[in-house]
């Protein structure tokens, strides 16, 4: 029997106060995630588990089965390989956020707040070809890489996260890495002015790099399990995640990564992959960007076209049997706008077959019931 996990990335959240304590996992309308928890079982549980960090890159390879010790400290490196990039031995990758400022220096948003698609992919042409021991990648709006030569002091520089460090003093968070690394402090430099002619409204914009990581080879997938798998994604940490697995990728050409995202085009792809693959992932990221926002009006919408536009259009027209999960890898929060390692629904059951009750107490359960039963 093929399997199907539905990752609706940061699906956990806090009660909403204007909702009653209601999340946006229970404000949304799920009729046919209601019908498979009827077939199996409606959970709530962390992936996390308080022993590693509360973050997609670690809580999906988790997921995936990748054990503790093999998942990457940092995600640069998987991200570089979503746009078919590689780096050697001798190099690293670091994560760089086009973050707003206020005027008394404050990290104001993490995402480039105040600036439109076109204006993010504007101000990231400004920052290339600065320095030539830096290469600048421009990901997607507010997503950029940096690759340098390998500095043993800034792999083990711990940069704040920026979506965790909103309202903290910017000069501050990075001045550890300024002070490990000329190269970075210079490029800083060059780039914060280059960057002034998009300031306004009391805000004006930076790179803020963290998340140095080397190369790092990870298991494939099917070493694993013994089982194909396959990835329908539009993040690049998932795309990542996926080619270092071995898994194969689709990327529809209308996803985005955020709500807005072409969800019906993420249905074909799935049934695409499960004609020849015993494990399909489908991968959501815009309810952790809506989140992220403090979106839960967004965040519940979205949980409902998920509902309506993936499952029960996939539900409908895969005619073999099929276990699927819907579940989270993280929480969050809608409150706050930061992750956390509390729990998650989990949603699990059967299509075009009886199937059996399940118990859902621990992320294993999840991973026994995906992969070591599949034909």
Known sequence: ??????????????????????????????????????????????????????????????????????????????????????????????????????????????????????????????????????????????????????????????????????????????????????????????????????????????LYPWGPSARQVLPAFIDMHGIKGGAVCKAEIVVGIARALGMEVCVPATATGDIDTDIAAKAEGALALLEHNDFVIAHFNGSDEAAHRYDFVAKADFITQIDQEFLQSLSKRFTEPLKIVVCGDHVTSSVTGKHGSGCTPVVAGFVNTAGWRLQLNSYHQILDFLMKESD
């Open 1 to 206: 029997m093929r399997s199907l996990l539905i990752l609706i990335d940061g699906l956990g959240d806090d009660p909403i106060p204007a909702w009653q304590g209601k999340t946006p996992y229970e404000a949304a309308v799920h009729p046919t995630m209601d019908k498979l928890a009827a077939s199996g079982a409606l959970g709530y549980l962390s992936i996390c588990e308080h022993d590693i960090v509360p973050e997609s890159c670690s809580c999906i390879l988790r997921l995936l089965g990748v054990n503790k010790k093999d998942i990457p400290k940092n995600r640069a490196y998987l991200e570089l390989l979503a746009h078919d990039r590689d780096i050697s031995e001798y190099e690293m990758v670091l994560r760089c956020n086009l973050a707003a400022v206020d005027d008394a220096g404050r990290l104001a948003a993490f995402n480039g707040y105040g600036l439109t698609a076109l204006e993010m992919q504007a101000a990231a042409a400004l920052c290339d070809d600065v320095l030539k021991d830096i290469e600048f990648i421009h990901l997607s709006e507010y997503r950029n890489l940096l690759i340098m030569n390998k500095e043993a002091a800034v792999l083990g520089c711990a940069v704040p996260p920026p979506h965790e460090s909103v309202g903290e003093d910017v000069a501050a968070l990075l001045a550890p890495l300024r002070q490990q690394s000329l190269s970075i402090s210079y490029f800083l430099n060059e780039t914060n002015k280059r960057l002034t002619k998009f300031a306004h409204d009391g805000l004006h914009y930076i």
